[in-house]
């Protein structure tokens, strides 16, 4: 029995070729997920506790929200910090009174960075003290680059932030409820009273947020909660019969913390991004609360009709992940679906647990579309990536801002990642903006060939 | 610990870069973490670059905090070798590296015992230096270490050019409009007759730095890199250097001059004749750089008085405080810098020339301190853009820290005497446009707003105004509103005055003489 499940785990992945590489990419520092951390909950604060090195990488990645008045700002480590001549705690509270004095947060997050780690700043041991002391709740996420890639940022926040949500109380009682007595009867089943607590985590704009709320009710599934809300005070409540659902694909220590520190049931799901994902991910929610999904297909074919300018551009062509913030594997999966090849899936980390389903749907995606499956490269080394999309040639690289404009010198049509994550993508509605950005460069090419394609001398 | 979300320079390890990565085929390696890297983005996007900048890291992760980097630093290195064949690497510590103290100089050793190119340590640390003093040091270090090796090996060439040369020592990528600049300078020596022998960090190949010596001078542009390894030259090879910015008619001029002065030494022996650069430098003043001209006409006159804020690095501030001082006739209320390794530099360029000096790398006191100035234009950094942005005063952006905007294609030179016009229309367009506000303000604008909601910052609970002053308050120009009712109240708290009339607004406006 025990040999079939293995069997059957391995024949899942058969046609999934994982490979690992050096880890030489390029790709941002996790403490970027403050850009959109600080503006998604909105009574907050981040300190980030670094150095220089840090606070000029936000300063440069974040170009002009900076200018504006944000919600973050560096803690930034002098010389005396470093040699522990200046007490980390004395320090630390001086600048979180100052935040709370001129800024009044509900909630202060201190991101742990490099330089924390090696100097072992207890940050996760001062911060219960400090909260006392300053009043106002400090959450401590560890987003640093030794450790973690890009998005991974938000995962770190988002699993601390999980233990401050409060316990769920009805669980008991509404199970007993569902045991005891007769089912309702009549008008009162009504069925958004049916489906136990769902907490969907991952933090998304506003308005995707309740898009895909709205699409789960019409369903008649009812969200109860999202990790992050739009304010700290409005965290979800999570324990025991609380199921959780992840929107993003990078979430996976958020997952696990959910799983094994708040009990909740983790319902493991695609993710919804593009029509075929959100489609796969509602199934998904339905089929574990026992509903059955209404006009799912034909929504799901509209969207798709929908897309039908964009996708007679993209069929065809070929695309190459360099991997740099860990959607790439729910993208390819989604443009393989529209008919581009995709040659290979770079990608920083694969969580196979957490991304099973997603992954699954990969490997039926290219059968179901006749496609060969994509190398998917763990820890890419960027040098020989660029020596493989030199023989292969891809239509469209998928690609960090350091390699887009030489790629683009050479002839290689380049999208910049990192749009991704800010880009509103997920649900129905927004499958229409991937392919916008997607083709941007393809409809540039549409332009006409002026002749000069290659603008580097190859010597 | 300090809060702060902006910086004027950036670390240590972004101006070690900046200069390996100017050098052609010079690889720079950075010993960091996953993300550190941004100088690629920030080249390849803000220069346009079409090149891979060629700075890679050899990561540290876990693994390296565990058990320290081992052979990685030493088989990334010789891999790069291996793959792009450098004739040098520039092996860059970071703030992770600094904390670490790892042996860097042994990976060093190492890497270069097994490979035929070269391998060198930037010697900068984080905690001590910011990226303009990095670059500098990095330069110099890099000369050093080649005119050495030229010197065991006697390949050095010592024996002076036939005709005058220049290195013109400095220029890198990232740099403030330095790729216009450095075509400008060239123009300039060649008006003058002085070849240019070398150009360095930019463009500039390692195999050929055994021939600096060969020219007759060094050309420093800009103090914050490229004096160090000007200084070195001077004290061991005996070259003489200039390093007046050649930025606005008089200091180009004191430059060419200079120049002259080191060409003159050697003249009338290797010439057989005496230089002089007086006709050029008249020329080129009143005909090719329309600034002197400029700042004769209706134009510049209507600036007079006029109050600006100068910020930025040591060089671009001190000498825009001078031209808008001296060639303008411009008041400057405040001049300041982020450069504080080289106040005393600063200090005295710019003294006699504005009222104050300021010398900070907080960008709230730069903010302060042009709230309460009030100017009418900023002449600073993008940060100081932003400032005026919120408080609707006009800034012309003279000084990094740049934004994409600031990389033009067009030709914008800020040095010779190309510079000067180009100098000239940015202060002309800063303050008209501050003007034409003014002038929408004073013919029926669009100005309806109450006294109270105008003037934020300066209300004070102890003074009111009635209504007819008020009135007439609202009257005077938006654009310099803030300062008379400062200047009124001020007036009126010294008088013991509670209550303001339109007979204390004339009696202030009297006492001030404005």
């Not at chain 1, 980390?88 to 509270?93: A, H, Q, R, T, V």
């Not at chain 2, 270069?112 to 930037?122: E, H, K, M, P, R």
């Not at chain 2, 010197?151 to 890198?172: D, F, M, Q, V, Y």
């Not at chain 2, 055994?210 to 890199?225: D, G, I, Q, S, T």
Request: aromatic share 8%.
């Amino acid at each position: 029995m025990n040999r079939e499940k293995n069997d059957m785990s391995m024949k899942r992945f058969e046609t999934l070729t994982f490979e690992c590489e050096t880890g030489n990419y390029h790709t941002f520092c996790p403490i970027s997920c403050v850009a959109w951390l600080y503006q998604k909950i909105e009574d907050s604060f981040f300190l980030v506790v670094g150095t220089k090195t840090c606070g000029y990488f936000l300063q440069n990645a974040l170009g002009v929200m900076i200018f504006a008045e944000p919600r973050y700002a560096m803690a930034e480590l002098e010389e005396g910090d470093i040699s522990a001549q200046l007490n980390d705690y004395g320090e630390l509270k001086r600048l979180c009174l100052q935040v709370v004095r001129d800024r009044g947060p509900s909630v202060i997050v201190w991101i742990g960075t490099c330089t924390t780690e090696i100097v072992k700043m207890d940050l996760e041991g001062m911060a219960p003290r400090m909260e006392t002391e300053v009043g106002v709740p400090i959450v401590v996420a560890r987003a640093n680059g030794l450790d973690y890639a890009f998005t991974q940022g938000e995962d770190t926040v988002l699993a601390a932030m999980a233990h401050r949500c409060a316990e769920h109380l009805g669980a008991d009682q509404a199970r007993r409820t569902r045991s005891s007595l007769p089912k309702p009867l009549g008008p009162q089943k009504t069925p958004e009273s049916t489906n136990p607590p769902l907490v969907l985590f991952g933090s998304l704009p506003s308005m995707v947020a309740s898009q895909l709320s709205s699409e789960l009710k019409r369903q008649s599934v009812r969200v109860s909660g999202w990790l992050p809300a739009q304010r700290y005070a409005d965290l979800p409540a999570l324990g025991t019969g609380v199921f959780v659902c992840g929107v993003n694909p990078f979430l996976s220590r958020t997952a696990t913390t959910l799983m094994r520190r708040r009990k909740c049931r983790l319902i493991g799901a695609p993710f919804p991004i593009g029509p075929d994902g959100t489609r796969a991910w509602i199934e998904k929610i339905c089929s574990v609360f026992g509903i059955q999904p209404q006009g799912l297909r034909d929504r799901e074919d509209l969207v798709w009709e929908s897309l039908k300018d964009y996708l007679s551009l993209v069929r065809g062509k070929s695309v190459f992940f360099m991997g740099d913030n860990l959607l790439e594997a729910s993208l390819a999966r989604f443009l393989m679906r529209c008919g581009m090849t995709v040659y290979e899936i770079g990608v920083p980390y694969m969580d196979k647990r957490y991304q099973a389903a997603e992954l699954a749907l990969l490997r039926e995606t290219s059968e179901h579309m006749c496609i060969p499956m994509p190398r998917i490269v763990e820890k890419p080394d960027n040098y020989d990536q660029l020596q493989r999309m030199r023989e292969l040639r891809p239509d469209l690289a998928i690609t960090g801002m350091a390699n887009a404009n030489p790629l683009e010198a050479r002839g290689i049509d380049t999208k910049w990642s990192v749009e991704f994550t800010f880009a509103q993508i997920h649900g129905f509605s927004n499958a229409r903006d991937i392919l916008q950005l997607i083709t941007r460069s393809l409809r540039r090419s549409n332009m006409g060939d002026l002749g000069w394609t290659d603008m580097v001398n190859v010597v | 610990m300090k809060l702060a979300h902006r910086m004027h320079a950036g670390p240590a390890h972004i101006g070690t870069p900046r200069v390996a990565s100017s050098f052609k085929n010079v690889h720079a390696i950075m010993h960091a973490p996953l993300g550190d890297d941004y100088f690629n983005v920030m080249r390849s996007m803000l220069e346009r670059d079409r090149e891979f900048t060629p700075v890679a890291a050899s990561i540290v992760d876990r693994h390296v905090l565990a058990r320290g980097s081992q052979d990685k630093v030493v088989d990334n290195t010789t891999r790069k070798g291996r793959e792009e064949r450098p004739d040098l690497i520039v092996l860059t510590p970071t703030c992770t590296s600094s904390i670490l103290q790892e042996d860097l100089q042994n990976f060093v050793r190492r890497a270069s015992t097994t490979s035929d190119f070269d391998v060198i340590l930037a010697d900068v640390n984080h905690y001590r230096v910011d990226e303009l003093r990095a670059a500098d040091r990095t330069l110099e270090q890099v000369v050093r270490y080649y005119l050495k090796k030229a010197h065991g090996r006697e390949t050095l060439g010592r024996s002076l050019a036939k005709i005058p040369t220049a290195n013109i020592i400095g220029t890198s990528t990232l740099g403030f409009h330095n790729q216009h600049d450095c075509r400008e300078l060239k123009r300039l020596l060649r008006g003058i007759g002085i070849g240019v022998n070398q150009v360095i960090p930019e463009g500039g190949l390692v195999g050929d730095l055994n021939n600096l010596p060969r020219a007759w001078f060094n050309l420093v542009p800009y103090r914050e890199v490229g004096l160090m390894t000007a200084v070195y030259l001077d004290e061991e090879y005996g070259m003489p250097y200039v390093s007046t910015t050649p930025m606005g008619i008089l200091d180009t001029a004191d430059c060419i001059r200079q120049m002259q002065e080191c060409v003159g030494k050697w003249a009338p022996v290797l010439l057989h004749r005496e230089v002089n650069y007086e006709p050029f430098i008249d020329q080129q003043t009143r005909f090719v750089s329309q600034a002197a001209w400029f700042s004769r006409s209706i134009d510049c006159q209507n600036l007079t008085g006029k109050r600006a804020v100068v910020f930025g690095d040591a060089t671009h501030a001190a000498a825009m405080t001078k031209i808008l001082a001296r060639e303008m006739g411009i008041h400057v209320c405040c001049a300041g810098t982020y450069c504080g390794h080289d106040v005393g530099w600063f200090t005295e360029r710019v003294s006699g020339f504005c009222d104050e000096i300021l010398v900070t790398d907080d960008h709230t006191e730069v903010g302060d301190m042009i709230a309460r100035a009030e100017p009418t234009a900023i002449f600073g950094t993008q940060m100081e853009r932003h400032v005026g942005k919120r408080l609707d005063i006009p800034c012309g952006v003279i000084s990094s820290p740049v934004h994409i905007q600031n990389f033009p294609l067009g030709y914008r030179p800020w040095l010779g005497y190309e510079g000067t016009n180009q100098i000239a229309d940015l202060v002309y367009n800063s303050f008209t446009l501050g003007m034409e506000d003014h002038l929408l303000d004073l013919f029926g604008g669009h100005d309806t707003e109450a006294v109270g909601e105008m003037t934020h910052a300066l209300t004070d609970k102890e003074l009111s105004w009635d209504t007819e002053s008020q009135l007439e308050l609202s009257k005077i120009p938006k654009f310099v509103r803030g300062k008379i009712k400062a200047k009124t109240e001020k007036f009126a708290r010294h008088n013991g005055i509670g209550k303001i009339t339109v007979g204390v607004m004339y009696a202030a406006k009297e006492n001030f003489g404005a």
